[in-house]
């Protein structure tokens, strides 16, 4: 299984971006999906999740900003990122929790960068 994210780039401050993570293998549909992310000196934090039922959650600090989606026939989960703060620049990686069919096997994608400029 591989998680291919991309979608990360330089904005401006109240800019937006919007990041996918392609999964390889069919097991997307049954797995949980979220996107954490890691600030320079900081530890990786949860930014959003949504399970294979499509329940949503974030932090508290981007509600109302960010939007994660999936598309299960594309294998893809999409974090749509809008009035895009400094403080949000972050390496953002996407994961994926297996079901316990699979083990409940995690899976981490490569990272991709967000700088925001104010």
């Known amino acids: 299984v591989q998680l291919q994210a991309s979608g990360g780039g330089l904005v401006q401050a109240g800019g937006s971006l919007r990041l996918s993570c392609a999964v390889t293998?069919?097991?997307?549909?049954?797995?949980?999906m979220n996107w954490y992310r890691q600030a320079p000196g900081k530890q990786r934090e949860l930014v959003a999740g949504v399970t294979t039922t499509g329940t949503t959650n974030y932090a508290d600090s981007v509600k109302g900003r960010f939007t994660i989606s999936r598309d299960n026939a594309k294998n893809t989960v999409y974090l749509q990122m809008n009035s895009l703060k400094p403080e949000d620049t972050a390496v953002y990686y996407c994961?994926?929790?297996?079901?316990?069919?699979?083990?409940?096997?995690?899976?981490w994608g490569q990272g991709t960068l967000v700088t925001v400029s104010s």
């Open positions: 994961y994926a929790r297996a079901p316990p069919t699979w083990g409940s096997t995690s899976y």
């Open positions: 293998r069919a097991i997307f549909s049954m797995s949980v």
